[in-house]
T-cell receptor
């Protein structure tokens, strides 16, 4: 099994629809992150969680919400998708000292 | 403001040649620095991680250097291969919460 699994891998959705991206990890790390990547830009942090009861906004959290259902699961929701949310989304799990960091394979989301 | 800048934005070299990618950062307080390789449409994969006290670290044909005084890091790739074509991203971890500051990456293309 992959260390970090994202589903779906690809998704096309219509403007205004609600969509959820799921992430699960097998590393046992407390810290999980959701990032967005646009062409020519670095990864930008959407939300992060240091444990099940700790959720924090990143630099671009508007239009997104998250849920940390368990230590191993961290889902990202777009309540009402819009075209400029078209991007590649990555989930990551990182240990406390940042000595281990693992990324999922990404979810390519297209909002039409 | 914490920032990570990478240069060049893109680089094309012939197979078998060496190259060096640069990363300059203004991050405080510095915790550690990591270089990632990201293939198109895939999640980043860690190449090296360096703490404040480390000057050089190698991983096969990849050698990273860190000068904490000038706040610069470089990634040297020796005897490039076609499979080295990817984006290389510098990430600096800041503070006790290990906030991650991402560079925009250098897109490296290896031509036969």
């Amino acid at each position: 099994d992959a260390d970090v699994t994202q589903t779906p891998r690809n998704r096309i959705t219509k403007t205004g629809k609600r969509i959820m991206l799921e992430c699960s990890q097998t590393k046992g790390h407390d810290r999980m992150y959701w990032y967005r990547q646009d062409p020519g830009l670095g990864l930008r942090l959407i939300y992060y969680s240091f444990d099940v009861k700790d959720i924090n906004k990143g630099e671009i959290s508007d239009g997104y919400s998250v849920s940390r259902q368990a230590q191993a699961k961290f889902s990202l929701s777009l309540e009402s998708a819009i075209p400029n949310q078209t991007a590649l989304y990555f989930c990551a799990t990182i240990n406390q000292g940042f000595t281990e960091a693992f990324f999922g394979q990404g979810t390519r989301l297209t909002v039409v | 403001k914490n920032q990570v800048e990478q240069s060049p934005q893109s680089l094309i070299i012939l197979e078998g040649k060496n190259c060096t990618l640069q990363c300059n950062y203004t991050v405080s307080p510095f915790s550690n620095l990591r270089w990632y390789k990201q293939d198109t449409g895939r999640g980043p994969v860690s190449l090296t991680i360096m703490t404040f006290s480390e000057n050089t670290k190698s991983n096969g044909r990849y050698t990273a250097t860190l000068d904490a005084d000038t706040k610069q890091s470089s990634l040297h790739i020796t005897a490039s291969q076609l499979s080295d074509s990817a984006s290389y991203i510098c990430v600096v971890s800041a503070g006790s919460n290990y906030q991650l500051i991402w560079g925009a990456g250098t897109k490296l293309i290896i031509k036969p």
